[in-house]
């Protein structure tokens, strides 16, 4: 006889969830179809994101969203689900650009962008910088001592014998990153991009993995793991900060990429008005302060905004001439013969 | 029982026929209205991607390099299906057939690595035993290279050793006593026993369960992502495609070639299982399990069990711990930062994902019991079909499910010019996009509770059942009130595999969180992807605590259920 009762037991309980799934799917409709929210693609670090929506949420009273994404995420995204995101913040302006090229992006200049120097933004208001960082060698100094190497500050260090399976680097198609020390590459070589897959093919016997992320290296890198990590500045001293105090931070001398952390505003923005006001409060003086307090590490593009005292000094970086244009329209091709010719080559190894 | 009187009997004989059929299709209808929503249109539209130009450049591109990615994922897989299933015989065997102190516990930390993220055990196993692990390095002064293979093995073994165990479990829970007592009466050694009798018994459901962990394996990727090092996949290849390029296309067509040997082993276990399968079930249980002495299977039987427990119980000190210290390894300050962070960070996520649990796994568990029973009774031919379509729930590599979800429902369905879906997935859909997500959630946690409900149900002689039938019961009657609390074990299978698998899931759904509907273990593996291996300690045994007491609740709802468990306690 129990089995009876337990038997209508489980029916009611699954009748009731069932009800319960329907409910809970409609009583959630319409909840961010407001004119005062903004939702946010968020292509930087969790942290981050977090404080700058709400600090936004605050200050203007708009309910904020975001979803944190890579940006090679947010252009996987933007292509299959058109709408979602009103808003872009963080990720490289190359990526911004080519989101334009494919008609996703609105152009519009935000307030406060006067001052702003002209690398940092896009005259049609495509993008807009709101923050910048360069790369670097994350390297730890007590594992460069096992290896009797000393850290590294030129390119063609990272290929010697003794750093075997010791290099991080993040894998160009998910880490703008990745993609960045390419471009650096083939300008160094002056745009010759056989030369830039040359070196990574010689560099791939000494690189232990190709992370999803830029940071995921400096963390490899802060253990023991790696010995150098291919990196940001900003996420290096950030390692620093949290802990890894074996890390140390050398530029390579004959020129560094660099990155200008964008913002666009999307096409067909759900909340056109709030999105407009999240590009303009991002530009201001104020927004950009925050960042000494998050703390980010990456130097803020506002000439006026204050700079965290553990923020490299991106005006004694020797970088290379960078274009995003140009660095926008070589991304796809370079990154599929990255994939073809140099991670699954075994050549070097 | 009262007995059945001669009219009653033939009134019965006269209406049985329509009835049963007719319950029989309409469950039928309601499971492939489901399987066509979850598992069809999705996979069609990723098809249709993947047969285009780009998709099958991509899947010649799979190829390059003399198939080098596409030998290291079956070597993978196989490796994995093979480990996991050994172990997890092992810790099935021990928890049934050995009398012990602290068993309880033991199953427990085996249950253990299933409810965690993947990726968060494999960060563990990095700072134990990587280049500067705190075992291999700190104790031994070894420097090992864990990065690749041996890496990903060791952590996909141990992510989904539970799901053999849990399903070779259930059989032994339900082999007849009896078996036993006439191999020992025959004289046989209890090694012989486990040789000659107990695996041989057993096979279907270690079938089975090699076939799930051979088709995780091929399809995992967030590990080789963490600690793949050099070590290429074709899961991870797919990764980059969607993430790095949007070339989803591309991604598809990658995963047909990733589909192939999955469907492979489907059937190669299919066949097999079918030719072994061993009925050994006629009833209530007759008598109890005796308790194995002999020290030939114990001694081998218990080293092994008790050095996995050792590493699992490891991995899992060191995310707990790992979430209180500054670093752990490096900086090894108490703080709670970690703890703060995540309050802060998964506010939103933690309620979202409980809630999408307890909605998905009832669910996941009905569609599987429904295929189960369709399947071994009532269709065997369709039912094949039915099988293997709803094994395609784990067969596709997350990923690619969570794109064909995107690509499918992120505008309105529409059938001939009618709208028959509102959008699902994503921002804008209904609901936020979280029906969507409960959709990802049932087509993974299907998979390993149908295996296990046709496991148990092959083990059942159908005769208990007609003589219900004959009796008058209805079909549903005969499930609810005879299979089911004969294959209590599968059940509770089905359902911790749904509660686990939706909380724990990640791949699938990378492609359709919102920013109304965020999930923790997204969240989990930001943290990871981002280096900050503390919060990601922290956040996970949160999340392991949270899955913990809905395993508990859910577990002790179904005891009541179980009529059959007759391990030793």
């Known amino acids: ?349 | 029982m009262t007995p059945v009187s001669v009219p009653a009997k033939s009134r019965h004989k006269r209406s049985r026929r329509p009835r049963e059929s007719a319950s029989v299709w309409v469950i039928l209808a309601c499971v492939l209205a489901v399987l066509v929503l979850i598992l069809g249109i999705p996979v069609i539209r990723l098809l249709t991607a993947a047969l285009g130009a780009t998709g099958r450049a991509a899947m010649a591109g799979a190829f390059a390099n003399h198939g080098e990615t596409f030998v290291h994922s079956i070597v993978l897989g196989l490796l994995v299906g093979v480990c996991g299933t050994i172990l997890g015989f092992v810790c099935a065997y021990v928890q049934t057939f050995v009398k012990m102190p602290g068993k309880k516990v033991v199953h427990w930390l085996t249950l253990l690595p299933t409810i965690s993220p993947p990726f968060a055990a494999a960060t563990a196993i990095i700072t134990l035993f990587g280049k500067r692990g705190m075992v291999t390095n700190g104790l031994f002064g070894m420097e090992v290279n864990i990065y690749g293979l041996p890496g990903l093995v060791m952590v996909l073994t141990m992510t989904f050793t539970p799901v053999a165990y849990l399903n070779i479990k259930g059989m032994f829970e339900n082999l007849d006593p009896a078996t036993f007592e006439a191999a020992s009466s025959l004289g046989a050694s209890e090694f012989q026993t486990l040789v000659k009798v107990t695996i041989p018994m057993v096979l279907p459901s270690m079938l089975s369960s090699f076939l799930v962990l051979f088709v995780e394996g091929i399809a995992d990727l967030a590990n080789p992502l963490v600690i793949g090092g050099d070590y290429r996949v074709l899961a991870s290849q797919i990764y980059f495609a969607v993430a790095g390029s949007g070339d989803v296309a591309g991604a598809a067509g990658v995963a047909l070639v990733l589909l192939v040997p999955a469907l492979t082993v489907f059937f190669i276990q299919k066949y097999w299982a079918n030719k072994k399968s061993v009925v050994t079930v006629t009833g209530k249980p007759t008598g109890s399990l005796k308790p194995v002495g002999s020290k030939a299977v114990l001694i081998p039987m218990l080293s092994f069990n008790f050095l996995w427990i050792l590493l699992v119980a490891m991995v899992y000190l060191t995310l707990l711990v790992g979430g209180f210290v500054k670093i752990l390894g490096v900086d090894n300050a108490f703080t709670w930062d970690h703890f703060t962070f995540v309050r802060s960070l998964g506010a939103d996520a933690i309620g979202t994902t409980l809630m999408l649990t307890l909605i998905a796994a009832p669910l996941a568990a009905l569609l599987a019991l429904a295929i189960g029973w369709l399947v071994v009774r009532h269709l065997p031919r369709f039912g094949r079909l039915l099988d293997l379509w709803g094994m395609l729930g784990v067969a596709i590599p997350g990923t690619v499910l969570g794109l064909g979800f995107a690509l499918a429902y992120s505008s309105s369905t529409v059938l001939f010019d009618y709208e028959i879906l509102p959008p699902l997935a994503g921002g804008l859909a209904v609901g936020g996009g979280a029906i969507a997500i409960i959709m990802v959630f049932v087509a993974r946690g299907d998979p390993t509770g149908q295996q296990a409900f046709i496991s148990a149900l092959q083990q059942i002689n159908p005769q208990v059942e007609e003589a219900a039938t004959s009796l008058g019961a209805s079909p549903l009657t005969v499930v609810r009130k005879v299979t089911l609390p004969l294959m209590s074990s599968a059940l509770v299978t089905a359902i911790t595999y749904g509660i686990t698998k939706s909380m724990t899931t990640i791949t699938a759904i990378i492609f359709i969180t919102t920013p109304e509907t965020k999930v923790m273990t997204s969240q989990i593996l930001d943290e990871v992807d981002a280096g900050r291996f503390g919060n990601a300690f922290a956040y996970s045994s949160l999340l392991i605590v949270l899955v913990l007491v809905v395993l508990g609740i859910a577990n002790a709802l179904l005891r009541q259920l179980n009529h059959s468990t007759r391990s030793i306690s």
């Not at chain 1, 089995?3 to 959630?28: E, N, P, Y």
């Not at chain 1, 961010?32 to 994101?49: L, M």
């Not at chain 1, 994350?138 to 399976?165: F, G, I, R």
């Open chain 1, 1 to 349: 006889m129990s089995t009876k009762i337990h038997g209508a037991a489980v029916v009611a309980a699954t009748l009731s969830i069932v009800t319960l799934a329907a409910m809970s799917a409609c009583g959630k409709v319409d909840s961010s179809k407001k004119s005062g929210s903004v939702s946010i693609a968020c292509s930087q670090q969790e942290d981050f994101c977090q404080t700058i929506t709400k600090a936004f949420a605050k200050s203007s009273g708009i309910k904020t969203t975001y979803v944190r994404l890579g940006a090679g995420e947010v252009l996987a995204r933007l292509a299959t689900n058109p709408g979602e995101f009103d808003v872009w913040a963080g990720g490289q302006a190359e990526n911004h650009l080519l989101a334009d090229d494919k008609d996703w992006v609105e152009h519009y200049v935000p307030k406060n962008t006067n001052s702003l120097q002209q690398e940092y933004k896009d005259s049609k208001g495509s993008w807009t910088g709101f923050y910048t960082d360069s790369i670097a060698f994350c390297s730890n100094t007590s594992e460069l001592k096992k290896k009797n190497v000393k850290a590294p500050t030129s390119w063609n260090e990272l290929l010697t014998s003794n750093l075997k399976s010791s290099v991080a680097m993040p894998h160009p198609a998910t880490a703008g990153v990745g993609y960045m020390a390419m471009y650096t590459q083939a300008l160094l070589h002056g745009g010759n991009q056989q030369a830039a897959i040359d070196y990574f093919k010689q560099l791939n016997g000494n690189v232990m993995q190709y992370s999803k992320s830029a940071a995921t290296g400096t963390e490899q890198a802060g253990r023991g793991e790696v010995t150098v990590a291919i990196a940001l500045d900003s996420d290096c001293q950030k390692a620093i900060k949290a802990g890894y105090s074996d890390l140390k931070t050398t530029y390579p001398a004959e020129g560094t990429g660099y990155e200008v952390g964008a913002l666009s505003v999307l096409k067909n923005a759900r909340n056109k008005g709030s999105a407009h006001a999240f590009a303009d409060w991002l530009m201001s003086t104020d927004a950009q302060n925050l960042y000494a307090d998050v703390p980010s590490f990456a130097a803020p593009t506002n000439p006026k905004a204050k700079v965290g005292k553990d923020v490299s000094r991106q005006d004694k970086v020797k970088k290379v001439n960078w274009d995003v244009r140009k660095a926008a329209d070589a991304r796809d091709a370079f990154i599929k013969s990255f994939e073809n010719d140099v991670a699954s080559s075994k050549d070097a190894k």
